[in-house]
Structure formats: C-alpha cells, structure tokens
C-alpha cells in the first residue's frame, strides 16, 4: 500500500504540465534561529527532551522545506500530495500525504466527499495553511504534534454535509473512515510522552527513541527501540473512526471525533514490533470573540494498551489526555497567538511509587508578521513544564533523570513561500 501512496505521489511531477490553472504547486521553507534550554537532551537525539532542539543542537537551522501539489485530474477528482524535507534523523524526505479526494457536484441539500490513500483526520484547528502547517504559532500544541508524529488515516474517509434549509448560515456534517497502517499508535506517547515542536512524521519515517523510557519499558531487554515506525500494519485489522460537526458562518464550529485503530494488543511482527490498542474521544470548538479575537480549544482523552492480558490490565496500560486554550488576533499583516496547554500520560498497572508518568503544562507566545507576500517572520517563547512521579522516586528517578523538569525555547523563524497555479 506504501509502494502504491509512493507512486500517487510522484506522478504530481506529471500533472504540473497540464493547465496552469487546474494544478496549483506550493513550495516553502523555514529557517530559523533557535536558543534552547533543557537539562535534558532532544528526543530527536535519543534523549529525554520534549523540544526538537536543545543546547547542542540549536542556533541557525533550516528546520523545513516542503512542497504541496493539489491538482484536478476529472472534474470530480483531485489529487493531492505533500512532500516534506526534515534537517536532522533518517527519512529526511518523506511524503506526509497523498491521496485522491472525490468531490462530486450534489444533487440535492446534501453534499458527499470522499478521501482514498494517506492523510490527516481533520481535527487540528491550528493547522489551515498548505502542507498542514499552523497558521498562528511556529510550534503546534501538544495534541496536534502527536497526531502529526504518530496518526495518520491510510484508507477511505466519507464526510456528508448539508446546510440548514431554514438556517443557511449553519451547516452540519458527519464524517467516517476506515484505515489499516496505524496499529504502532500510542507506543510513542508510552515511550517519550507528550511534546510540542512542529515536525511531522513522513509515512516512511521512524521516530528516534529515548534510551530510557518515560513509562517503564516492556521489551525484555529493558530498552526501548532505537527508531519506531508509526505507520506499520501489524494485525491487518481495519481501525476506524467518526465525526460530527456544526458550524455557524465564520463565527463558531464545534466537533466531536472518536477514534478506534482497533488493534490487536498481542499482535507482533517478526522483528518485534508490537500492536498498541488506542482510542480517544475529542472534541474542538473555534470561536469568533469581540473585537477581532479568536478561540481555539481542543480537547483530547484516550486509552492505549499493548501486550498479554493480565486480567484486568495488559503488559501495558496507560490513560491520556490533553487540551489547552489558544487566544489569537490579527493586527493587519501581524498576527499575536497565546497558547496555554495541560497534558497527562498515567498508567495504572504498576505499583505506587515506581510507575512513571507524564504530566505538566505548555505555555506559547507566538507573533508573525508577513511582510511580503512571499516571505513571513516568526517569533515565539515556549516553556514546558513536567513532572514525572507521583511521589518522591519513581523509575525515571532510579535511571538518573530530575524527578521535575522545566525547559524553553525561543525562535525566530523567516518562511519563504511560492505558489505556482491557482490557489482553489
């Protein structure tokens, strides 16, 4: 299926040559100037860090570069394939999305749309610009970095609007979908835990591995492995998941999301990565304020287990959750974003007083200001603050590592961006 969502995404190098205006290329890149303070090295090195950057890898970085080519094939067919280059790790360029989108002329109030090949469920509200970027910070909130390190949809999604007939101005949608190739979900937050950095995970990447896990490790060597693959098919059970939306004009929309990879907790591959067993229940609500404000809210809670049944838990057993709240204003070309964020990763299947956890806030100051219409600054301080015991020791104290942990990151970032063809 990979080899095949490969080959959709390279024939995007064909369709530019067709009509201008049916094909629309974009093309960006980020750097950026990075400060870093952290005890604890990045988890992109292998260490402990919820940064992408830390002391010894920060200063002058070109941290993204990226293409997203959206094209008409028939009049209702569109394909669409993003194609992202990461400095640092392995599967520097990688697709992160490539699929064919259906998009028939209704025949009546309702209109129905289709997805076919890999793509992002639509639930973050920070990211509305091309190449799922986010259009109000440099850096995503926690929810909206695991879903872009760890989920991704590699299947069908039908979504079924209609608008109000007496209430025009409202609209309401249903969608569902069902996938293969996300049975790994959850095994990153058990291994590393929460995060907030804006790195999106290719469909052929493999996230580096802390070498001492925030949840105690359950592979019999005690270590976690070097590089896990997020997108793998390990059960051949089909997940799936479903979603309701309202939204009033510009000025509110609300949705519930719930999702079920429905893997097999004790399934395997041959060299030994296992199934994780992980749904959530979410909600997001986008709301337009007085003068010129805006809020964003996201709401995520969940489950993911993994291994033999030991009655009332499995080997692995752990609660998630997370949310924060995010004030934003546009001030002509300038924008000013303020996010403030909760998360906690609790497994409840080992003793007090051993058992790590995850558990600790996020706040974001962000400003961007385009002054050109190819080119954007960026400026933002982020802090994240966690601890990890629940009393004086845990697992995480016994292997040398600070029992709280507080780190931060400034960043100024300059975005170049080129769009060939018609914006649609």
């Known amino acids: 299926m990979k080899h095949g969502l490969l080959l959709l995404g390279l024939a995007c190098a064909s369709a530019i040559a067709g009509e201008i205006d049916r094909h629309r290329l974009v093309i960006g890149a980020d750097l950026a100037l990075v400060a870093a303070g952290s005890e604890l090295p990045s988890w992109l090195h292998h260490g402990n860090g919820k940064l992408r950057f830390d002391g010894d890898h920060d200063g002058l970085r070109p941290s993204r570069l990226f293409a997203d080519y959206r094209g008409r094939l028939t009049p209702n ?8 280059f990461n400095d640092t790790v392995s599967e520097k360029l990688d697709l992160t999305e490539a699929y064919l989108a259906w998009r028939p ?42 879903i872009g390190e760890e989920l991704r949809t590699l299947g069908l999604e039908l979504t079924l609007s209609r608008r109000l007939q007496r209430h025009p101005q409202h609209q309401l949608s249903i969608e569902g979908a069902m996938f293969f190739g ?18 999106q995970t290719g469909l052929f990447g493999k996230v580096p591995m802390p070498t001492v896990s925030v949840i105690e490790p359950w592979r019999e060597d005690g270590q976690p492995p070097a590089r896990f693959p997020p997108f793998e098919e390990v059960d051949h059970r089909p997940g799936f998941y479903a979603g309701a939306s309202w939204q009033w004009e510009e000025r509110l929309r609300l949705k519930y999301f719930f999702y079920d990879n429905h893997a097999d907790p004790e399934a395997e591959t041959a060299n030994g990565l ?5 749904w959530f229940n979410h909600l997001g609500l986008q709301l337009a304020l007085p003068a010129g404000f805006g809020l964003l809210a996201q709401w995520l809670d969940g489950k993911t287990r993994m291994g033999e049944d030991l009655g009332p838990w499995r080997v692995q057993d752990l609660l998630f959750d997370a949310s924060y709240l995010a004030l934003t204003r546009r001030f002509g070309e300038h924008r000013l974003t303020a996010r403030y964020e909760w998360f906690d990763l609790q497994p409840y299947n080992d003793p007090p007083g051993i058992t790590n956890q995850d558990k600790g806030n996020v706040l974001a100051v ?11 600054i960026g400026a933002e301080y982020l802090r994240i603050e966690s601890r990890h015991c629940r009393q004086a020791a845990c697992a995480w104290v016994f292997h040398g590592l600070p029992r709280d942990t507080t780190e931060d990151r400034v960043q100024l970032t300059l975005s170049w961006e080129f769009t060939a063809g018609r914006r649609r």
Do not use: Q
Not at 183 to 194: I, K, Q, Y
Not at 366 to 376: E, G, K, M, N, V
């Open 105 to 146: 002329l209704p025949a009546s109030a309702w209109r129905l749309r289709g997805r076919f090949g890999a793509f992002y469920p639509r639930l973050s509200l920070e990211h509305g610009e091309p190449a799922w970027s986010n259009r109000y910070a440099l850096s995503a909130s926690a929810i909206n970095t695991w």
């Open 366 to 376: 962000a400003w961007l200001y385009r002054f050109r219409p190819t080119l954007r």
């Open 77 to 84: 067919w569109f394909l669409h394939a993003v194609v992202n």
């Open 182 to 199: 996300n049975d790994p979900l959850g095994g990153l937050l058990a291994w590393r835990g929460w995060s907030a950095h804006d790195r």
């Open 274 to 278: 296992y199934a994780w067993e992980t």
